[in-house]
């Protein structure tokens, strides 16, 4: 028979109490977990029969957390925090050319100056496994919080982050965004004021993706309208496909820009004034005092003291084609 503690402190048992504590939305919860609503709402009052105290409750159709709900969640995120300390602790001890290192791309990030990266640390630490995963924002910051991943790559800054306290960043380089368009009446121009960016419908990204507030936040503090968009998508090089085929104007990074320029059939102008954020690694803090990851950082600098990052990233790119 479990014990009290083993009915409470279940990996899964927290995993779906923190998910309902982070949305509080039975639905969206249930979804991101991959599981029905009335199996999320079983577990969860199982937890509070065991806990013997309500964790939630609702005004209207608005879920909060109880009293004891924020006691929950505190001592929570003390346990993920103990346990990853001693996760870390240990890997310290480890060799830096020997073990694993688990990373996340935000998958709206051209990945094509990382992969040859790895392919060059492989070169120098074939004993290291290294895996790149694609994820989102969401994926990225659940998956450090739980210690599934090492270092994520991605853009920055995130306001949707309020505790930075644990976790330390390390820029790669400062980006920007270009508006793409099919004007040959602009085609020379080099920078262009957001009010001439609305002739043209658009597509872009979702409006809960960085990329895609980060634009919005742009036309509002240019009190500017936002463009008519008439299409979504998670992925510069799906926008760059619908863009292609359809007409339409968008926005992407500089870095997959220089990338694809071969495959973009569209003029690429930056905006006035510029829309500027950052590609940086994320990471727990402990993390810099492994050594495989130390080590990892050290090569990944020399890397770029040899050619900078745009510029791997459009030879990469080509040799990736090849």
């Given at each position: 028979?479990?014990?009290?503690?083993?009915?409470?402190?279940?990996?899964?048992?927290?995993?779906?109490f923190l998910q309902l504590a982070e949305t509080m939305n039975y639905t969206q919860a249930a979804q991101l977990l991959g599981i029905t609503q009335p199996a999320l709402t079983q577990q969860i009052k199982k937890l509070e029969r065991t806990v013997g105290a309500p964790l939630?409750?609702?005004?209207?159709?608005?879920?909060?957390?109880?009293?004891?709900?924020?006691t929950m969640l505190k001592s929570t995120h003390e346990i993920y925090e103990i346990l990853n300390q001693t996760t870390d602790e240990i890997q310290q001890t480890t060799s830096a050319t020997v073990g694993k290192?688990?990373?996340?791309?935000?998958?709206s990030i051209e990945d094509s100056a990382f992969i040859a990266f790895i392919a060059h640390y492989y070169q120098l630490n074939?004993?290291?496994?290294?895996?790149?995963?694609?994820?989102?924002?969401?994926?990225?910051?659940?998956?450090?919080?739980?210690?599934?991943?090492?270092?994520?790559?991605?853009?920055?800054?995130?306001?949707?982050?309020?505790?930075?306290?644990?976790?330390?960043?390390k820029k790669i380089i400062d980006e920007q965004l270009l508006f793409?368009?099919?004007?040959?009446?602009?085609?020379?121009?080099?920078?262009?004021?957001?009010?001439?960016t609305l002739a043209e419908p658009w597509?872009?990204?979702?409006?809960?993706?960085?990329?895609?507030?980060?634009?919005?936040?742009?036309?509002?503090?240019?009190?500017?309208?936002?463009?008519?968009?008439?299409?979504?998508?998670?992925?510069?090089?799906q926008l760059t496909q619908f863009v292609n085929l359809s007409g339409v104007n968008t926005a992407l990074p500089t870095s997959f820009v220089r990338a694809r320029a071969d495959q973009i059939k569209a003029y690429a102008i930056a905006f006035d004034p510029a829309i500027r954020f950052e590609i940086s690694f994320v990471y727990r803090k402990e993390k810099?005092?492994?050594?495989?990851?130390?080590?990892?950082?050290?090569?990944?600098?020399?890397?770029?003291?040899e050619k900078d990052y745009l510029s791997r990233v459009s030879e990469n790119r080509v040799k990736l084609d090849k």
């Open positions: 028979m479990k014990t009290k503690q083993e009915r409470i402190f279940s990996s899964k048992t927290l995993t779906y939630f409750y609702s005004v209207g159709k608005k879920l909060h957390l109880s009293d004891a709900g924020q290192i688990n990373i996340g791309l935000l998958s074939p004993e290291v496994e290294v895996t790149l995963r694609m994820m989102t924002r969401h994926e990225i910051w659940e998956s450090l919080e739980n210690n599934q991943i090492d270092l994520a790559i991605m853009n920055l800054p995130d306001e949707t982050i309020k505790n930075w306290k644990p976790y330390a960043s793409l368009h099919h004007d040959d009446a602009l085609a020379n121009r080099k920078r262009i004021h957001f009010k001439d597509a872009t990204y979702p409006d809960d993706y960085f990329l895609g507030q980060l634009l919005r936040e742009a036309y509002k503090n240019q009190m500017v309208d936002f463009p008519h968009v008439v299409a979504h998508f998670t992925t510069p090089y810099a005092d492994i050594p495989r990851i130390s080590n990892f950082f050290q090569t990944f600098d020399d890397y770029l003291k």
